[in-house]
């Protein structure tokens, strides 16, 4: 199953990803971060801006994943950790993190990003690393903003990262519950 | 709005500095403002958009004319009713790229004011001014 | 050769966001349409047209020349009003009440089909398989996409499937030309009508390139 998810990540990757130019991108986004911090004043907040928008990004994110790929929908939330890694960051950023530290419940799962392109050329000034600014923070948000649509309430956050000192970077993934389907309105 | 334009436009502004320094041709140093405005239309856009401006024009007093006739960010825009609302909609996403030509220019010193407009998506077309050209 | 007649789209709150339709002799559009017509004198793009003839009401039916193929959008309910120039599209309860029944009998034979399955479960989702129904006139075809879009197509019984069709307007209109277009709005807590020319237009080509070709297999 593993090794499945591996190759379609790989496929859609080659085959059905239109690339953009590597260094484009990281200098937008850590153009855009600038910005943020310039505006808040507040690293927390800047965290929350760019987990925000993130969510935007991941709601209609994963339609084009699932558009790319033949996925279906998951049926467990272990199959779920490995289409995020192997698929989903393999597509859209090229890297595929390790899924990790699940929890005895198997509600909680990390992602081990050995290599995070969005981090590349980026330094944090002591204050930003001192207050707790979560550069990559959008990724949490598409994590998000991606599962909700599967049905999936969860809480995304960073616990360790490479640019504030730590030796790896680290995001938790922990699943709230399981959303219910809308169903019509009934007619009185 | 207008502070939404200013943000967009220094984040595109800052994007443009550092795309400047990154591909800049190492070989030989841009002086002439054609020449950098050129740069922008082939380089930078290869960059950007994986295609050149359709078309250049100057007066040759400061004033360069860059249209792209299919503006990547507007490919997928559409609304209702034909083009005159969502042409509209679409006018912040065009500050971004703004800032960005004139960091690039600025990044070689030269000094502009950049504004766009589209004629209808997903065409664009983009006007700089030179200020105080040397 | 498929008769394709209408399409609805439901996003996931059950609200119909996007309707065409083909080839449908009566439907409520038409007949509001001639009801506007007898009261108001119509639109005046609207007026010169025989009543029971579809037309397209965002006056963009350039794409399609034949008359019996021009669409006709019904631009949606509710809460999604509030950003539209409301000139072009008084609000069609007869149609409203029509989306309404259409899902209802897609969503109720939805869950049939996965509890017959076992597979019923609160998230949704088709993993029973429901693929289409058909009476002696036409036959609905279903599709849901893994976010829970929902898309209905209607088309002469003959049409056996239509599951590559539904999935192809999936992946490769609705995504491309919906999902995709900056100004849609996806908060996912809202709904919004699609409201998009070029969405319209490559899902009309699409639909009429496979109304002219020999069947989908």
């Known amino acids: 199953m593993e090794k499945q998810y591996k190759a379609i990540g790989e496929e859609a990757w080659k085959n059905n990803a239109e690339k953009i130019n590597a260094e484009l991108f990281i200098f937008t986004y850590g153009s855009l971060v600038v910005q943020l911090v310039k505006d808040y004043e507040n690293y927390s907040a800047v965290n929350k801006q760019l987990d925000k928008m993130g969510y935007n990004i991941g709601v209609r994110m994963v339609d084009d994943m699932m558009a790319r790929t033949s996925l279906e929908r998951c049926t467990g939330f272990s199959a779920t950790a490995e289409v995020i890694a192997k698929v989903g960051f393999k597509l859209f950023l090229n890297v595929i993190p390790t899924v990790a530290n699940w929890s005895a419940d198997a509600k909680e799962f990390s992602l081990i990003l050995d290599d995070n392109p969005l981090n590349d050329f980026c330094e944090l000034p002591p204050k930003a690393v001192a207050d707790g600014l979560r550069y990559s923070n959008v990724l949490c948000g598409v994590i998000r903003g991606a599962l909700e649509m599967m049905q999936m309430q969860t809480e995304v956050e960073y616990v360790r990262d490479v640019l504030c000192g730590d030796d790896v970077s680290e995001i938790r993934v922990k699943l709230l519950r399981m959303l219910d389907e809308e169903v019509p309105a009934s007619d009185d | 709005?207008?502070?939404?334009?200013?943000?967009?436009?220094?984040?595109?502004?800052?994007?443009?500095?550092?795309?400047?320094?990154?591909?800049?041709?190492?070989?030989?140093?841009?002086?002439?403002?054609?020449?950098?405005?050129?740069?922008?239309?082939?380089?930078?856009?290869?960059?950007?958009?994986?295609?050149?401006?359709?078309?250049?024009?100057?007066?040759?007093?400061?004033?360069?004319?860059?249209?792209?006739?299919?503006?990547?960010?507007?490919?997928?825009?559409?609304?209702?009713?034909?083009?005159?609302?969502?042409?509209?909609?679409?006018?912040?996403?065009?500050?971004?790229?703004?800032?960005?030509i004139r960091g690039v220019l600025d990044s070689f010193g030269v000094n502009t004011v950049v504004i766009a407009e589209t004629l209808g998506l997903p065409q664009c077309t983009f006007q700089i001014k030179v200020v105080n050209d040397a | 050769m498929v008769v394709v007649y209408t399409i609805y789209i439901f996003d996931r709150h059950c609200e119909c966001i996007f309707y065409t339709e083909w080839n449908r002799g009566r439907s409520p559009l038409s007949?509001?349409?001639?009801?506007?017509?007898?009261?108001?004198?119509?639109?005046?793009?609207g007026s010169k047209e025989p009543a029971n003839t579809a037309h397209a009401v965002d006056g963009t039916g350039t794409h399609l020349s034949g008359d019996s193929q021009r669409p006709l959008v019904w631009p949606t309910t509710a809460n999604s009003t509030a950003n539209r120039v409301s000139l072009e599209s008084p609000r069609n309860i007869a149609m409203e009440e029509e989306a309404k029944l259409v899902y209802g009998v897609a969503f109720s034979t939805r869950n049939i089909i996965n509890k017959l399955n076992s597979k019923d479960g609160p998230q949704g989702g088709n993993p029973g398989g429901f693929m289409s129904f058909a009476t002696?006139?036409?036959?609905?075809?279903?599709?849901?996409?893994?976010?829970?879009?929902?898309?209905?197509?209607?088309?002469?019984?003959?049409?056996?499937?239509?599951?590559?069709?539904?999935?192809?307007?999936?992946?490769?209109?609705?995504?491309?030309?919906?999902?995709?277009?900056?100004?849609?709005?996806?908060?996912?807590?809202?709904?919004?009508?699609i409201e998009n020319d070029y969405f319209r237009a490559v899902l009309n080509n699409y639909i009429r390139e496979i109304s002219s070709t020999t069947t989908v297999a």
Request: charged letters at 20%.
């Open chain 3, 136 to 193: 002696n006139t036409y036959r609905l075809h279903y599709y849901e996409s893994p976010t829970g879009v929902k898309f209905i197509l209607t088309t002469d019984i003959a049409a056996v499937s239509m599951q590559p069709v539904l999935e192809m307007i999936y992946r490769n209109i609705y995504v491309e030309y919906v999902v995709k277009n900056p100004l849609f709005n996806v908060d996912p807590h809202t709904s919004s009508p």
């Open chain 3, 31 to 45: 007949a509001e349409r001639s009801a506007a017509a007898a009261t108001v004198g119509g639109r005046s793009d």
């Open chain 2, 1 to 100: 709005m207008e502070q939404v334009y200013v943000k967009l436009e220094l984040i595109g502004f800052r994007i443009g500095r550092r795309l400047a320094e990154r591909f800049a041709p190492p070989n030989r140093r841009l002086t002439d403002t054609l020449d950098i405005v050129k740069f922008v239309c082939k380089d930078i856009w290869m960059v950007m958009f994986n295609r050149q401006i359709d078309n250049l024009k100057t007066n040759h007093r400061g004033i360069y004319v860059l249209q792209d006739n299919k503006f990547k960010w507007f490919l997928r825009m559409s609304g209702n009713n034909g083009g005159a609302a969502a042409a509209r909609r679409a006018q912040p996403y065009i500050w971004l790229p703004c800032g960005i």
